[in-house]
């Protein structure tokens, strides 16, 4: 049987953020750009660890608590979330954090992708993906600058991305091999990662033919049927993606990118990872992107848009 190789990548462009000002800043960009060590002076370098956060109380001396993702959102039918304290969470990924992460580990091995050169294309090694377990508990979208608003002065956001916009932040909080699902966002992002290292892949808007769009709403996003963590159950799903070409970047420590609005992507922790994710509205982007998203998620708690197939609300059949 001929092996399924699935779609072509090539390495995401990069930039130190000593090099940036040097390049003109960031200016205006419709592909994804890495910076390395764009957290580097920021006191987000410091503070964001699990054990400082696993310190935070609420403004009456509490434990904050959250509802946890169970199970990808994307695909399947949406689990109910559960209610946790967030220190014990912490302090246990702490823990985990300690250990280093494997060379060998990943779609793209480490010591690979140091080999490849720029413009190369190459394919990804999707059987990492058969080791995930499946439903585990993860923090993902969490405000938490507006649940600790002392937390915003962390990130230097204006450095990287001038200009005014009207902005949103969401924490994600999770173990090594854990992943979302492929999707695509309406606003651009600032993908900032505090501690630990993740795996992005994705494709620019010119292969939404490839990315099977599903009709399950989410607010702010399309999500894709496609599900990268069972190509081994589903290999015709990997030989429709064989004539798309992706990108992959490798987010370290410190790291920060930057993706376009409408790039579809998928995201795979290799460690424990604190995450926070910067979108970003102009006053035009407002007027053509916002509203409209607004607009359907009205409708949407009105029952009179895509009500009991979403990501937000528990449907008993």
């Known amino acids: 049987m001929t092996q399924i190789l699935g779609p072509s990548f090539k390495l995401v462009e990069e930039i ?11 200016g205006s960009r419709t ?4 910076v390395k060590g764009a957290l580097r002076n920021w006191p987000a370098q410091q503070n964001w660890s699990f054990d400082k956060l696993a310190q935070l109380r609420n403004k009456d001396g509490s434990e904050p608590t959250r509802k946890f993702q169970n199970g ?13 304290p967030i220190a014990p969470y912490l302090r246990e990924l702490a823990t985990l954090a300690s250990q280093p992460v494997s060379e060998d580990a990943g779609l793209l091995p480490n010591r690979q992708r140091r080999q490849l050169q720029a413009g190369e294309e190459f394919h990804l090694n999707w059987a990492h993906m058969q080791s995930f377990t499946p439903h585990r508990n993860y923090l993902a979208q969490w405000s938490i600058l507006e649940d600790f608003p002392q937390l915003r002065s962390d990130f230097d956001i204006r450095s ?19 992943h979302t ?3 695509r966002d309406v606003p651009n992002n600032w993908f900032c990662q505090a501690r630990g290292v993740k795996e992005f892949v994705m494709f620019p808007p010119s292969e939404e033919a490839y ?6 709403y989410d607010w702010g996003a399309t999500l894709s049927s496609i599900n990268i963590a069972r190509f081994n159950e ?13 990108l992959y970047v490798r987010v370290e420590e410190g790291d920060a990118l930057f993706i376009p609005k409408g790039t579809w992507h998928a995201v795979v922790s290799l460690a424990p990872s604190i995450s926070l994710a910067v979108f970003g509205l102009t006053a035009k982007e407002i007027l053509l992107s916002g509203v409209p998203t607004a607009t359907k998620d009205l409708l949407h708690n009105m029952h009179l848009y895509r009500w009991g197939h979403c990501i937000c609300h528990k449907h008993l059949a």
């Open 234 to 246: 589903h290999p015709e799903q990997l030989q429709a993606l064989e004539r798309a070409k992706g």
């Open 31 to 34: 592909r994804p750009l890495l």
């Open 181 to 183: 699902g492929l999707h």
């Open 211 to 216: 990315m099977n769009p599903s009709d399950k």
């Open 72 to 84: 990808l959102v994307e695909q399947g039918e949406t689990q109910e979330r559960p209610l946790l």
């Open 16 to 26: 130190d953020v000593s090099q940036l000002a040097e390049a003109g800043g960031f």
């Open 160 to 178: 990287l991305w001038p200009g005014w916009r009207w902005t949103w932040e969401s924490v994600f909080i999770g173990p090594a091999n854990t």
